[in-house]
């Protein structure tokens, strides 16, 4: 039998936007409904930063170690994938377990609802027999998936997501890695710092394609010093897989094939959002899901990774703040994704803020820029080994401030924070010029990059 339920509020996708924004709702005292198809908490606690950071810092612990030798004596190193299995299952997710988050929300007064939600119109969802009303508002936050490119052979095989790469419990001989982005690279270095050995194919001409050149090139040296086998500009054009063999793979632009026993495809993600869903929201079937308050239409909201403006946790976070917010009628600033910050945690870290140089160029800005190497910096010379990366500021000429910064290198993600800062506040190159660098800081390359930009005038 159908049942209709009234709320004020209905969140759909209870992942970190979606349990932000119903957490901070019903402790306010908002009638909240809570609707989640699979774990409270979303990707980025079970298969996403959470436990891929985990290992990260398992394998930075394995490369620091094995720079021990010429610098600090003598270290041996096995390494050991078990306690990495171990900690992600039992300390990151509790065996992919959501009872604490779900206790979390329903103590704060949530109600929750196991399932998949349709979304019926702008004010109603509904779960298997049930429709829940929201008299205040829908909050749409159902995040991304994992897109499988339309390759010759792909979809009849058993490939990876990020999902099997994080739940591995044991490491395969040998991995083929389809895309050299975010998670491409972070899971590329990782697994073969633990002995697998790996190939990364990339279809655009450079790996890492949506940030600063030089942090391709920098990226692509480290991986290959490292042993790993990296291809740019190489689309695959088919892929077969055999119980024996493992995966096939050809690509245009390598002359023969490529083997391995697993394969990560890891080609980007899509918003969690069908064409029919957007129509029935009342959204454009194109272009911007939301305007600078999340909006998607009058009292229908969307955040995090579903709203296109940035799939990271941080802006999942600084969405549902701003529409608890707009929900609970209170003031405060629009959504400004000007000063976006994102982190790729290789070994070195590439951060980067705002716009990179040819982003800035397409949009019309004279353009100047300013770089360091951080191996040239005290604190890099002083680091010796596991030193490379770089400090590149990409400034408004005309307006005499940055609006966009990479930082890579040891640490290359903190000393983003400052970089972080001054494209945020816009703060004048001047005053960036006439400030105190602690020394001996990898901060400091900052200004010697300012320094770098100043010459350029
Ligand atoms: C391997 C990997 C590493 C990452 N590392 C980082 C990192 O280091 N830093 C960072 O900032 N970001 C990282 N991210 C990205 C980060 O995980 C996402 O940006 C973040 O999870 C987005 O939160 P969200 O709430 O928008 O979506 P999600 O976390 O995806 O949550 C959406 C939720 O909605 C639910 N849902 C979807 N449709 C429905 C429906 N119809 N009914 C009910 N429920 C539904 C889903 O089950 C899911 O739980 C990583 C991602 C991956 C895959
Ligand atoms: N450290 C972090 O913050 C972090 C880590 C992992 C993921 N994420 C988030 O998750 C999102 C998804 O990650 P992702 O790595 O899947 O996507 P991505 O967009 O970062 O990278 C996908 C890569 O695959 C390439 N590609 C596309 N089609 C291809 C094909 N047919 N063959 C080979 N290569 C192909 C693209 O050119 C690109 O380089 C990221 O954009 C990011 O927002 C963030």
């Known amino acids: 039998m159908s049942t209709t339920e009234q709320a004020e509020v209905v969140v759909v996708g209870l992942g970190v936007g979606g349990e932000a924004v119903g957490g901070a709702l019903a402790k306010a005292g908002v009638d909240v409904v809570g609707i989640e198809a699979e774990l409270v908490g979303g990707e980025c606690p079970y298969w996403g930063c959470i436990p891929s950071k985990m290992m990260i810092r398992a394998g930075n612990l394995l490369a620091e170690a094995r720079r021990v030798p010429g610098t600090a004596g003598e270290a041996s190193v096995t390494p050991d994938w078990a306690p990495v299995a171990r900690r992600i299952r039992e300390e990151a997710t509790a065996d992919w377990d959501d009872a604490i988050a779900?206790?979390?929300?329903?103590?704060?007064?949530?109600?929750?609802?196991?399932?998949?939600?349709?979304?019926?119109?702008?004010d109603r969802v509904r779960v298997g027999e049930s429709e829940y009303v929201a008299s205040r508002g829908l909050v749409v936050a159902t995040g991304t998936e994992p897109v499988a490119p339309p390759i010759d052979g792909l979809s009849e095989t058993p490939f990876w997501t990020n999902r099997d790469v994080i739940r591995a419990e044991t490491l395969?001989?040998?991995l083929l890695v389809l895309g050299g982005g975010a998670i491409g690279l972070e899971i590329a270095q990782i697994y073969a710092r633990f002995g697998v050995r790996v190939t990364v194919v990339e279809a655009a001409p450079r790996i890492l394609p949506m940030e600063e050149p030089e942090a391709s090139e920098l990226i692509g040296g480290v991986l290959e010093a490292e042993?790993?086998?990296?291809?740019?500009?190489?689309?695959?054009?088919?892929?077969?897989y055999d119980d024996g063999r493992g995966f096939t793979v050809t690509a245009d632009g390598l002359p023969g094939e490529l083997h391995a026993e697993k394969l990560l495809v890891a080609t980007?993600?899509?918003?969690?959002?069908?064409?029919?869903t957007r129509a029935v929201l009342g959204a454009a079937p194109d272009g911007d899901l939301v305007d600078d308050r999340l909006?998607?239409?009058?009292?229908?909201?969307?955040?995090?990774?579903?709203?296109?403006?940035?799939?990271?946790?941080?802006?999942?976070?600084?969405?549902?703040?701003?529409?608890?917010?707009?929900?609970?009628?209170?003031?405060?600033?629009?959504?400004?994704h000007h000063a976006l910050p994102r982190v790729t945690f290789t070994d070195p870290e590439v951060g980067a803020v705002g716009l990179t140089e040819s982003a800035a160029r397409e949009a019309g800005l004279t353009v100047a820029t300013g770089i360091q190497q951080?191996?040239?910096?005290?604190?890099?010379?002083?680091?010796?080994?596991?030193?490379?990366?770089?400090?590149?500021?990409?400034?408004?000429?005309?307006?005499?401030?940055?609006?966009?910064a990479t930082s890579a290198g040891p640490h290359g993600g903190e000393v983003l924070g400052a970089l972080a800062v001054a494209v945020h506040a816009r703060v004048p190159i001047s005053r960036l010029e006439s400030m105190i660098y602690a020394y001996p800081t990898f901060h400091r390359g900052i200004q010697d990059a300012l320094r770098d930009l100043r010459s350029a005038d």
């Open 102 to 122: 779900v206790d979390r929300f329903t103590a704060a007064g949530g109600r929750f609802v196991r399932g998949r939600a349709e979304i019926l119109g702008p």
């Open 227 to 240: 042993g790993l086998t990296v291809h740019a500009g190489t689309p695959v054009t088919h892929v077969s």
């Open 295 to 336: 909006r998607v239409a009058e009292r229908v909201w969307a955040i995090g990774d579903v709203a296109g403006k940035g799939a990271f946790t941080h802006v999942a976070t600084y969405h549902a703040e701003i529409v608890v917010r707009e929900i609970l009628g209170q003031a405060g600033p629009a959504a400004d």
């Open 172 to 174: 395969p001989e040998s």
């Open 268 to 276: 980007g993600r899509r918003p969690r959002l069908t064409p029919g």
């Open 374 to 404: 951080v191996p040239s910096t005290t604190r890099g010379w002083i680091h010796g080994t596991g030193n490379e990366g770089f400090i590149k500021l990409v400034a408004d000429a005309d307006a005499g401030y940055l609006v966009g």
